[in-house]
């Protein structure tokens, strides 16, 4: 059997789709702890992990990615977090990768290793005590031979830089992923600087995930063109988003909405959406299409369906779903039936159902950023006193 093209190859040749987002998902299937949004999952219930797998692949997804992020030993032990006293970062990240490469082999899916932002940059901790923390995980990425790395979910483009500098020795393709918006990391370097950075730190596709929305998510992708543009810097891009709709989120995104993270039902967005994404991505010139938290494996097929031209194939999760809505022509209902065709559902305003809510929200924004006392990294739980003098600086934010 021939041997699986490369990241880089399929990028050169055509359109490589990711997966999606494993942590909402998984917390709200009841396998992932909401707050620390760490990863032993892949230990505790490696067939929920395996299964999420096997649903992206089979939408269309080209890679699987380890489910490896926040892995880091010092993201386990943070503010209480009790899967330190039970797992280490290499012993999380070598079952994501077995788990990943288990799926991957069903199809012709590439395996990536993911790497994230830590709490020791937001403590202060300097270069050599965090990218010891990035080497951990590679490490364990590159004795399991994944085809490719991605550092992902990097709100400060310095620390993201550190992390490609430790990527790089491993010698394998690096995609470097920001999230962030159009407005730029959280110490306010603008977006196409950051893109110009994480390129000439070496990372091999750069880009954004996470945060923001589809559609804000692609704005900071034009000012990361332009930038490279001028810059006469020429790199693959890759798009990660939210599956939630985002127009009212500020510089650090979804999560200083308020209804972060138990209430983002009502923002998710459709696979009609996704299938614009999808097509307004390619027309910019991106070439990895893949999301983040709230991307579901429907988001996914969306996408694949979409780029079928392109990509010269659907996936097998198409078999029983014809292209808009075409499947309703056996609904028993006429006006169901009637909705069988590409302009109802792409012209479609969607109603939340929720006659008392705003359109809109608005942001937290507290403005803490690395280095602030509030975002230091610590092994104890948060205490009851702690937790009450950040409810009463919330209560006077909102003027209660």
Known sequence: MAPKKGLMQRLDEGVVLGDGGFVFALEKRGYVKAGPW???????????VKQLHR????SGSDVMQAFTFYASDDKLSNRGNQASQNYTCAGINRAAC?????????????????????????SGAGKAAVQ?????????????KV?????EYFEYVEEMEWAIEVCKKSELPVVASMCIGPEGDIHGVPCGECAVRMAKAGADVVGVNCHFDPFVSLEALREMKKAMDAAKIKKHMIAQ????HTPDAKLQGFIDLPEFPFGLEPRICTRWDMVRYAREAYELGVRYIGGCCGFEPYHVRACAEELAAERGSTPPACDKHLPWGGGLRMHTKPWVRARANRNY?????????????SAMSTPDQWGDKAGDATLKQKTADTTEDELNMLKSRAQARAGK
């Open 38 to 48: 760490t990863p032993e999952a892949v230990i505790e219930h490696p067939e929920a």
């Open 55 to 58: 649903e992206f692949l089979r």
């Open 98 to 122: 077995d788990l990943a490469r288990s799926v991957a082999e069903e199809g012709d899916a590439l395996v990536a290793g993911g790497l994230s932002e830590t709490p020791s940059y937001l």
């Open 132 to 144: 010891a923390e990035f080497q951990k995980q590679v490490k364990v990425f590159q004795d399991n």
């Open 147 to 151: 085809d490719f790395l991605i550092a």
């Open 241 to 244: 988003p939210l599956g939630f």
């Open 345 to 357: 559902w792409e012209n479609l305003k969607p109603a939340s159902g929720r006659p008392f809510c």
